[in-house]
């Protein structure tokens, strides 16, 4: 018997969840719930995270939660609760099967079965973003290696357990050498311990137009934050059934399952909405606790009631459905097909598995780090970047010498090109003279000196080197 969360959610929220609860409960899964309020009402009641300390305790004692989709009401100062939970809680995988249903789905994809799985939680979405010059803003990209282990871990770890064969990893690491050359040299790591598993690597902007031209190259396919974000909804899409997925969202300790459309507010109480995404999530939810028999034997009775031509208004189509029904009747019809599979559509098999088995991220023992030299970046509202070099040479020390400047990661000094277009933002790296190690207090002191030659500097970054090896990107044209 595992204990769970349950919120209903708004709008459709109760009665696909409904829905979803008999269907499981008629299928024997062994579940306790505790149901939860969260949402409208706890918004308007002035809470604006949208959920209650008492709530958060529920969660986090019972550590698994299904959630039905909330309305944010309109107006500013309501966080987005998904947002809040996934971070609060550290689910830092987001899991989105995508399968077409064809023909009882239409699509141009036919026999597109994909999973994404999306890092949840760092890459350009740790929302560290700063205005530094008139005219340049930054966003940090952060990629570490607990949390690509972690992602790329659960990657291989799930497709071991739903029996597929492949994982895919998506980066753009010949640009992003660091960030994403560490998500794929993990991803190489990690693979190498599941050799029975097929793996590959695509620079992203080629895989994505390969995922949705033919997605049936694929199987399951780990990324980064920012492209999972985008090709999750990608992927949804062109399965014909975007209103059909669910979504898992992983952590150490705590999960959260889910739909992935919202909360319909139109359709709400007219026993008209499809539970299909819900009873997704809610599968999702049975294969990560181990109660895989009763996600297999639920899977298969929705994929048998969709190929019965048994449709909610959202999905039925005159001559291909049989029967339009509601919300109550389509979970009736699941349930009385339950025991039974799918003839057209492939049945699924995932019982004998078992709950995922996630270690604990180690900390490697620390590298040998030694500082190698120093990026000063200057607001300068020049043009030609000879006279800002002329300047910052003055800040040189005995060991540290002035070895680039570049603009948008352009070189431009030394021997950069006229035609190479500037803004207000250079960075000026420093070196140590000998090729060695620099002394961290020259960094103060360059800023010090700067301030008195009225030098505007706005960040610096030191150059490290780990084991020996430099683990910075140079300048492009350096
Ligand atoms: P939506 O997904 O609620 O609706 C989009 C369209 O799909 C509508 O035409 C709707 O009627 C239809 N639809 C969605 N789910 C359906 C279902 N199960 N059966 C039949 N038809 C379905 O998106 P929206 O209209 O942009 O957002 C409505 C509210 O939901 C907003 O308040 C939004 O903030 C919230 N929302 C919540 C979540 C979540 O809780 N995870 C996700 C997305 C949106």
Known sequence: MTRITVAKGDGIGPEIMVATLAILKA???????????????????????????????????????????????????????????????????????????????????????????????????????????????????????????????????????????????????????????????????????????????????????KMADTPEAFDVIVMPNLYGDILSDVAAQITGSVGLAGSANIGEECSMFEAIHGSAPRRAGQNLANPSGLLQGAILMLNHIGQTDVAEKVQNAWLKTLEDGVHTYDIFKEGSSKEKVGTKEFAEAVIARL???PVTLQPVSYAGSEALQLPKYKRKPAANKSLIGVDVFVHWQGENPNELAEQIKQLEKENLVLKMITNRGIKVWPDGFKETFCTDHWRCRFHAKDGGEINKNAIPAILHEANGLAIDTIKTENLYAFDGKPSFSLGQGQ
């Open 27 to 209: 299928a024997g899964a062994q579940l306790e719930i505790d149901e939860i309020e969260v949402g409208e009402k706890v918004y308007l009641s002035g809470n604006t995270s949208g959920i209650s300390n008492e709530s958060w305790d529920v969660i986090r004692r019972n550590k698994i939660f299904l959630k039905a989709p909330i309305t944010t009401p309109q107006g500013g100062g309501y966080k987005s609760l998904n947002v809040t939970t996934r971070k609060f809680l550290g689910l830092y995988a987001n899991v989105r099967p995508c399968k077409s249903l064809h023909p009882f789905v239409e699509t141009k994809h036919p026999v597109m079965d994909v999973v994404i799985v999306r890092e949840n939680e760092e890459d350009l979405y740790a929302g560290i973003e700063h205005q530094q010059t008139d005219e340049v803003v930054q966003c940090l990209k952060l990629i570490s290696r607990p949390g690509c282990e972690k992602i790329i871990r659960y990657a291989f770890e799930y497709t071991k357990q739903q029996n597929r064969k492949k994982v895919t990893c998506f980066t753009k690491d010949n640009i992003m050498k660091q960030t994403d050359g560490l998500f794929h040299q993990v991803f190489n790591e990690i693979a190498a311990e599941y050799p029975e598993i097929e793996n590959e690597h695509w620079i992203i902007d080629i895989g994505a137009a």
């Open 339 to 341: 025991g039974q599979k």
